[in-house]
Nanobody
Framework: QVQLVESGGGLVQPGGSLRLSCAAS????????ISWYRQAPGKQRELVAT???????NYYGSVKGRFNISRDNAKNTVYLQMNSLKPEDTAVYYC???????WGQGTQVSVSS
């Protein structure tokens, strides 16, 4: 059974930073493309960033230049470093093994003064 567990969310002021973690059971992180998504209240879930097994990254939408996705295969963990946070970044953030039904439970990020 694959398990993904996100952590690191919280309340931060605009302009602040947070680092989210997605920890996986087994070696699934090192073998697959891992994606971060987010879902704001009343909106559809949207793709934020992806990282391949080789470390190639892609970013989508308004997070380009502010967010950084990385992985530590030894720890079976993928990170999402979020800088220069804005109120519109407020959402529940999820990690996913791309192309599968394996999702984490989500972690809440709230950006507010």
């Amino acid at each position: 059974q694959v398990q993904l567990v996100e952590s690191g969310g919280g309340l931060v002021q605009p302009g602040g930073s947070l680092r989210l973690s997605c920890a996986a059971s087994g070696s699934i992180i090192s073998m697959n493309v891992i994606s971060w998504y987010r879902q704001a209240p009343g909106k559809q879930r949207e793709l934020v960033a992806t990282i391949t097994s080789g470390g190639r990254t892609n970013y989508y939408g308004s997070v380009k230049g502010r967010f950084n996705i990385s992985r530590d295969n030894a720890k079976n963990t993928v990170y999402l470093q979020m800088n220069s946070l804005k109120p519109e970044d407020t959402a529940v953030y999820y990690c996913r093994v791309a192309g599968t039904a394996y999702w984490g439970q989500g972690t809440q990020v709230s950006v507010s003064s």
